[in-house]
């Protein structure tokens, strides 16, 4: 059974940073992206940033130019760098790999898998 076992997450002050990491106990075949979600109280859910097997990453306007999301394909690894946090961060981070490669049709098995999630907590 896969596992995302992820860690770095929580408490810091407004401005602080945080590193969280994201293991993938086995291999996945068909990685399309790794990526990281927030969902904070009483809210959906969010992507935060993700990147493809290609290294191309994306990330949500409210973390532009703040977080840095990285990979490393030889570990099954995916790190998220999180500075000049504030208190609108605070959420549980979960991470997610997307097996979502070719198209649709093409597509098989289970085609997301998730980490248990870690709290942030980002104080004013």
């Known amino acids: 059974q896969v596992q995302l076992v992820e860690s770095g997450g929580g408490l810091v002050q407004a401005g602080g940073s945080l590193r969280l990491s994201c293991t993938v106990s086995?291999?996945?075949?068909?990685?399309?992206?790794m990526g990281w979600y927030r969902q904070a109280p009483g809210k959906q859910r969010e992507l935060v940033a993700y990147?493809?097997?290609?290294?191309?990453?994306n990330y949500a306007d409210p973390v532009k130019g703040r977080f840095t999301i990285s990979r490393d394909n030889t570990k099954n690894t995916v790190h998220l760098q999180m500075n000049s946090l504030k208190p609108e961060d605070t959420a549980v981070y979960y991470c997610?790999?997307?097996?979502?490669?070719?198209?649709?049709?093409?597509?098989?098995?289970?085609?997301?898998?998730w980490g248990q999630g870690t709290q942030v907590t980002v104080s004013s």
């Open positions: 997610n790999v997307d097996r979502r490669t070719g198209p649709p049709s093409s597509w098989s098995g289970q085609l997301d898998y």
């Open positions: 990147i493809t097997s290609g290294g191309f990453a």
């Open positions: 086995r291999t996945i075949s068909s990685i399309n992206a």
